[in-house]
């Protein structure tokens, strides 16, 4: 069974950086890309990047970069990002999510991490 | 950068009332790359549709998709109680990848 299983609620200061973890298994990890999207208050989604893990080739979103950098560990399956420089506009939910092949020709993120809340708050 | 705009943005069907919620796309995408997720409160997105009109493993056939170009439309022919939820539209034909802003479903 394919599993996202994302590190737990983060309460950060202004200024400050976080690096939320996001644990693969029950698939090959290094054979699919991995996203993280971004979800504020109950509003929509928003794309931050991607990664692919045996390369660790990165593709970012414009609005993202400088603010998030993705990375991964191929030896425990992890994907994570780190959000440098926090303000409250960074306060939302993260999630990451696995870029799936759908009949092996359409690309969507077919699962999800439980996402993980950060609060930026003095 | 596309942009995706969903209407309505929020809306409320009767059981057994028919729905459809639209996805327009600022330019034209190959329908292959047209996909809607739902999401209800406190969880994660699932996907729910994939390529316009292919339905997920485990979502119920009253659940349909169409569209072309810059039109794309989720349908729901029979509105169930356990479809209130929001549905977003997400393309994949061009980075940065980016979604529709929501239609949250309820039931009347």
């Known amino acids: 069974e394919v599993q996202l299983q994302q590190s737990g609620p983060e309460l950060e200061k202004p200024g400050a950086s976080v690096k939320i973890s996001c644990k693969a298994s029950?698939?090959?990890?290094?054979?699919?890309?991995m996203n993280w999207v971004k979800q504020s208050n109950g509003k929509s989604l928003e794309w931050i990047g991607n990664?692919?893990?045996?390369?660790?080739?990165?593709r970012y979103n414009q609005n993202f970069k400088g603010k998030a950098t993705l990375t991964v560990d191929k030896s425990s399956s992890t994907a994570y990002m780190q959000l440098t420089s926090l303000t409250s506009e960074d306060s939302a939910v993260y999630y990451c999510?696995?870029?799936?092949?759908?009949?092996?020709?359409?690309?969507?993120?077919?699962?999800w991490g439980q996402g993980t809340s950060v609060t930026v708050s003095s | 950068e596309i942009v995706l705009t969903q209407s309505p943005a929020l809306m409320a069907a009767s059981p057994g009332e028919k729905v459809t919620i639209t996805c327009s796309v600022s330019?034209?995408?190959?329908?292959?790359?047209l996909h809607w997720y739902q999401q209800k409160s406190e969880t994660s997105p699932k996907p729910w549709i994939y390529?316009?009109?292919n339905l997920a493993s485990g979502v119920p056939i009253r659940f349909s998709g169409s569209g072309s170009g810059t039109s794309y439309s989720l349908t729901i022919s029979s509105m169930e109680a356990e479809d209130a939820a929001t549905y977003y539209c997400?393309?994949?034909?061009?980075?940065?990848?980016?979604f529709g802003g929501g239609t949250k479903l309820e039931i009347k």
């Open positions: 999510a696995r870029r799936g092949d759908f009949d092996g020709y359409y690309y969507a993120m077919d699962y």
């Open positions: 029950g698939y090959s990890f290094t054979d699919y890309n």
């Open positions: 990664i692919d893990p045996y390369y660790g080739g990165t």
């Open positions: 330019s034209s995408i190959s329908s292959s790359n």
């Open positions: 390529g316009t009109s």
């Open positions: 997400q393309q994949w034909s061009t980075y940065p990848l980016t």
